[in-house]
């Protein structure tokens, strides 16, 4: 069982605390923590929003979302209700000025608990709600801010949002939370590659062919769509969850885990993006959008069907990608990056394949497959390497592939955190190293722009894909044309 070291006391300000984030993650989350007694006692978790209710009507409201969100074998009564006690609500405008001094004579109380500000909110309240936590006299040393993504939808509306929130908080107390990064098997990327010298050596142009990131969801937009139509996969998977992604799979070995010493070489990786020149855009990405299909079996509509009736959208829900690192350890290896909605699976994984070996002693006959790496995040967290072995038997030397599997649940046989558990619980601490800090942030952007003005330039629409499939063809043409091919074992 992994030793659970519990956290300092803390007044946790959840603004936006009646949405569908806090309802959804961050209360189950802040449940196992406490459950687990990594919570202490005095804390306090504060839920504010515009909402006209009384703690009692909040506690009714959280304990409803634990039911639904939190599996029954996990909800002991009495532990439910002792957590419940922890939650307090105030009728607090973010923009406005109602609902303030009541938040400030709240926290008042415990004037040593650090506070961290959870802003589960639209991003264009980043900025008021932190003007008026500053004029209120809520900052202190032992404050900090969590911003959720996506944080602006371009890299000058990214800059507008850092500077608001940088007037008032300074960079050390700024969290930007990327889920992603809270993942046991993102975060074992770090120990696969720094403490294993057997890959360390290995993870470099001479040895590794290509590598692939794949981000997969089965659901449509499901309710969002009027945030997604004004963002689309680039911006809401892409730009922020997969080159993070590829930050740790790039990165050179920091001198420490300290937190700006692993976001020093995470914005490296950043810097050192290829630029996709406008004339080669055509063939080195892919947008598409759904049209009706089936997923598991099941009909659903198309993209356009989701959003309203009568509409039409050249938003993509589909992106592939052929990405290069400018670097001496990466030089002329690609990265082929898709992501996108209503896909056969629900899928999160890292391939990294091996070069095929120049020379063979054995027959022809039986295929030789190059070595993989195979990194699942979601579901079933795990890690499997495929290597070549003799089929058992008499009969000469057949060969196969076979993984050497590694599955957390059952290599570890216990629950561990969800990445929003760890991440809050980084947050009290103030330890920064699984956020991005405002320069990574903004080169992200910076590459991105050039991509979005390159299609912005040539309006054309998404490739339509079916529901339920991998994508537009011309996806499997962007890596085909290589002589490569998705990796498709994803069961």
């Known amino acids: 069982m992994h030793k659970i070291i519990p956290v300092a006391p803390f007044d946790a300000v959840v603004f936006g605390a009646t949405g569908d984030l806090t309802m959804r993650k961050l209360l189950p989350a802040l449940y196992y923590r406490f459950r687990d007694r990594q919570i202490p006692e005095a804390s306090r978790i504060i839920a504010a929003a515009r909402t006209r209710l009384g703690t009692g009507?909040?506690?009714?409201?959280?304990?409803?979302?634990?039911?639904?969100?939190?599996?029954?074998?996990?909800?002991?009564?009495?532990?439910?209700?002792?957590?419940?006690?922890?939650?307090?609500?105030?009728?607090?405008?973010?923009?406005?000025?109602?609902?303030?001094?009541?938040?400030?004579?709240?926290?008042?109380e415990h004037p040593d608990h650090v506070r961290p500000y959870y802003l589960a909110t639209s991003p264009s309240l980043y900025g008021a709600i932190c003007r008026n936590l500053s004029a209120h006299g809520l900052i202190g040393e032992r404050s900090r801010v969590v911003l959720e993504k996506p944080i602006g939808h371009d890299l000058a509306s990214a800059r507008a949002i850092n500077d608001q929130v940088g007037k008032v908080f300074p960079e050390s107390q700024i969290f930007r939370?990327?889920?992603?990064?809270?993942?046991?098997t993102v975060q074992n990327l770090l120990a696969l590659r720094f403490a294993n010298t057997i890959f360390e050596r290995l993870w470099n142009a001479d040895v590794i062919d290509h590598?692939?990131?794949?981000?997969?969801?089965t659901v449509g937009v499901e309710g969002r769509g009027g945030y997604y139509d004004t963002s689309g996969a680039l911006r809401d998977m892409l730009q922020n969850h997969m080159l993070q992604l590829l930050c740790l799979l790039g990165m050179e070995s920091p001198l420490s885990l300290d937190a700006d010493a692993v976001r020093d070489e995470k914005l490296k990786v950043l810097r050192a993006l290829k630029p996709i020149p406008a004339h080669e855009v055509p063939m080195r990405t892919v947008r598409g959008q759904y049209v009706a299909?089936?997923?598991?079996?099941?009909?659903?509509?198309?993209?356009?069907a989701d959003l309203a009736e009568g509409r039409t959208s050249l938003t993509e829900t589909f992106v592939a990608l052929k990405l290069e690192l400018m670097t001496p350890r990466w030089a002329g290896v690609p990265f082929y990056l898709r992501t996108g909605k209503r896909l056969p699976q629900k899928v999160s994984e890292i391939v990294v394949q091996f070069r095929s070996s120049p020379f063979s002693i054995f027959s022809d006959e039986f295929a030789r497959e190059p070595n993989r790496l195979v990194i699942r995040l979601q579901p079933q967290e795990g890690i499997k390497l495929e290597v070549m072995t003799k089929e058992p038997g008499p009969g000469g030397m057949r060969l196969r592939s076979t993984g050497l599997d590694i599955s957390f649940e059952e290599t570890f046989n216990q629950r561990?955190?969800?990445?929003?558990?760890?991440?809050?619980?980084?947050?009290v601490r103030g330890n920064a190293t699984l956020f991005m800090r405002r320069d990574e942030v903004e080169a992200a952007w910076a590459w991105a722009d050039t991509l979005l003005n390159a299609w912005a330039d040539r309006p054309e629409p998404p490739r339509p894909y079916p529901a339920g499939t991998w994508g537009p063809t011309a996806a499997i043409a962007l890596i085909e044309r290589d002589g490569r091919t998705w990796h498709e074992d994803l069961g």
């Open 57 to 108: 009507e909040y506690r009714d409201l959280a304990a409803a979302a634990l039911e639904r969100h939190v599996p029954a074998a996990d909800r002991d009564p009495d532990t439910v209700a002792r957590f419940l006690d922890h939650l307090r609500y105030v009728a607090v405008d973010g923009s406005g000025e109602a609902g303030w001094e009541d938040l400030a004579n709240l926290l008042a």
């Open 177 to 184: 939370i990327d889920h992603y990064l809270g993942k046991e």
């Open 211 to 217: 590598v692939q990131i794949t981000v997969a969801e």
């Open 293 to 304: 299909g089936a997923v598991n079996g099941q009909p659903v509509p198309g993209y356009v």
């Open 416 to 427: 561990y955190p969800d990445a929003y558990e760890r991440l809050l619980m980084d947050v």
